[in-house]
């Protein structure tokens, strides 16, 4: 049984910063990539970062040069660093990660960029 577990959001004012993490444990044999997804009300779900076991990094236009995400593959953990949030920045972040043929979602975590 894998599980993805998130941890970090929260209620940020506009500018502000917040660090997401995503730990996976379980059985995991291989892990190819790990990343961000978010979704707003009345919107679809988007990919905000991911990131291969080889280091190399997709980011959204929407988050370039705010947002970055790293990896420790020894912990199986993901980061998503979000700085100068905005309030289109609000939304369930939910981490995914894919090993091999499977794909797993975390349970989300709410981020609310608000004055």
């Known amino acids: 049984q894998v599980q993805l577990v998130e941890s970090g959001g929260g209620l940020v004012q506009p500018g502000g910063s917040l660090r997401l993490s995503c730990a996976a444990s379980?059985?995991?044999?291989?892990?190819?990539?790990m990343g961000w997804y978010r979704q707003a009300p009345g919107k679809q779900r988007e990919l905000v970062a991911r990131i291969s076991s080889g280091g190399n990094t997709n980011i959204a236009d929407s988050v370039k040069g705010r947002f970055a995400i790293s990896g420790d593959n020894a912990k199986n953990t993901v980061y998503l660093q979000m700085n100068s949030l905005k309030p289109e920045d609000t939304a369930v972040y939910y981490c995914?990660?894919?090993?091999?043929?499977?794909?797993?979602w975390g349970q989300g975590t709410q981020v609310t960029v608000s004055s």
């Open positions: 995914r990660m894919t090993t091999g043929l499977n794909v797993y």
């Open positions: 379980g059985s995991i044999f291989s892990i190819n990539a």
